[in-house]
């Protein structure tokens, strides 16, 4: 029985509480590990030096959809080399919420991280907004061996359905404690628990109780409680079952 959770997608690097307050209020609320996403390459660095000191800190690189146009080979060689210390390639994907104006390069760039995953085994963490279909059918086309996560999940419990059926993942987080959030409750109620994983997303889309406020990996917890709730079964079953999928997914 584990009896710990998994926050599997946290911008540690991003958040404004030292790391040590942030790893001390993880450990109050039984959060043991988290896994700390790249969005650019910038960042490259200081992500993996964070996951290199603390021992329950995870490092997972990749080029986020709006800094598309800075991919390079260099970018792509430098993940490879550092692929042993990573154990994802992420958060990588499509977002067509902000800008429309060069979905064809962001489906290039996806494409290729898609198949640098496969090539160095790693698994892919999927950032998808508003363009759930083309990140569907890309995975589809591209991903020959890489297990895939949609993280923050923001399709429709038909559109999950169709990717759990495909094989791959589900991570949900703060936006399933809002309370209009009826398509996230839907999902949460339905998804099968196999494929089932929490994430927080800090330092965005902070759970009721503390919505306003910045998010930390410790709130990961409330998910946990909420769809505990929706689904009518007992939070520490909950809490088994997904830090188990986290780390089945991960390898950690």
């Not at 038909?158 to 759990?164: L, N, P, R, S, V």
Request: charged content about 30%.
């Amino acid at each position: 029985m584990k009896d710990y959770l998994i926050d599997t997608h946290a911008h540690i690097d991003m958040l404004e509480e030292p790391i040590e307050e942030t790893l001390d209020k993880m450990q109050q609320y039984g959060v043991k590990k988290v896994i700390n996403p790249a969005c650019e390459a910038g960042t490259f660095n200081k992500i993996l030096e964070l996951a290199n000191k603390y021992e329950n800190i995870y490092a997972m690189l990749g080029i986020y959809p709006s800094e598309a146009k800075t991919y390079s080979e260099e970018t792509e060689q430098y993940i490879a080399d550092n692929s042993k210390n990573i154990v994802a390639i992420g958060e990588i994907g499509l977002d067509y919420y902000w800008d429309k104006s060069f979905k064809e390069l962001q489906q290039e760039v996806f494409a290729k991280q898609i198949r640098l995953a496969n090539k160095l085994n790693l698994p892919i963490v999927v950032h998808d907004r508003e363009a759930h279909k083309d990140c569907f059918d890309i995975l589809k086309e591209n991903n020959k061996n890489s297990s895939v996560l949609f993280h923050c999940f923001s399709g429709s419990p038909e559109f999950m359905k169709e990717c759990t059926k495909a094989g791959w993942y589900i991570a949900l987080g703060g936006v399933v404690t809002f309370k209009n959030a009826v398509k996230m409750k839907d999902v949460a109620r339905e998804v099968p628990l196999d494929k089932l994983l929490l994430e927080t997303d800090s330092p965005y889309l902070t759970p009721v109780p503390f919505r306003g406020k910045p998010n930390t990996p410790a709130f990961v917890r409330y998910v946990a409680e909420e769809i505990a709730k929706l689904r009518e079964m007992p939070v520490e079953e909950l809490i088994d079952i997904t830090t188990e999928n986290a780390e089945r997914f991960f390898g950690i």
